[in-house]
């Protein structure tokens, strides 16, 4: 996938989500209606278990987790709004953080192709000069005789 289509395609996913979680807080809803227009947080709670379908399907388990630790009925516009949200969580941690590192298609190693000439065989190696004194009359490399300052 190109890297335009897939920021369109977060976007959209972030559009869609954002807007289901708003829209109930905007319309009033009935919790025991079963019109699609007059039950907005069931429609709402609908689309936004389809937008993180996998892990929607592992999170029910966790939404009835959390339900009875906040002590909320699942059934009231309260815990569908609960619901909801968790729902939008499962979905954002589904789409933002475990499949771009599922499918990141990164080598794990770079190799770096540089090309390979038989002219940069081995260098041949200097010849040591007869004429050239390590170390001075004194015993002391040319390193030692300028860090104290004596004559070079």
């Known amino acids: 996938m190109t890297e335009r289509f897939k920021v369109s395609l977060s976007g959209m996913w972030l559009l869609v989500s ?4 708003l829209f109930p807080i905007f319309l009033p809803s ?3 209606s079963s019109n699609p227009a007059a039950n907005v947080i ?3 709670t609908a689309t936004m278990f389809i937008l993180s379908f996998p ?3 592992f999170g029910v388990p966790l939404l009835v987790i959390v339900d009875y630790v906040l002590g909320v009925d699942p059934n009231s516009i309260q815990g569908m709004y609960v619901n909801l949200f968790m729902l939008f969580v499962l979905g954002l941690v589904q ?4 499949v771009p590192r599922v499918w990141r298609s990164d080598p794990e ?3 770096l192709n540089l090309p390979v000439s038989p002219a940069l065989g081995r260098m ?4 040591a000069d007869a004429n050239f004194n ?3 009359s004194r015993e002391r490399s040319p390193v030692e005789r300028l860090i104290n300052e004596d004559d070079v």
């Open 30 to 32: 009935v919790s025991d």
């Open 109 to 111: 190693v770079q190799v």
């Open 134 to 136: 390590a170390f001075a």
């Open 124 to 127: 041949a190696e200097a010849p």
């Open 55 to 57: 892990s929607s399907l």
């Open 18 to 21: 954002l807007f289901s979680l």
């Open 95 to 98: 789409w933002f953080w475990i």
């Open 42 to 44: 069931g429609t709402a």
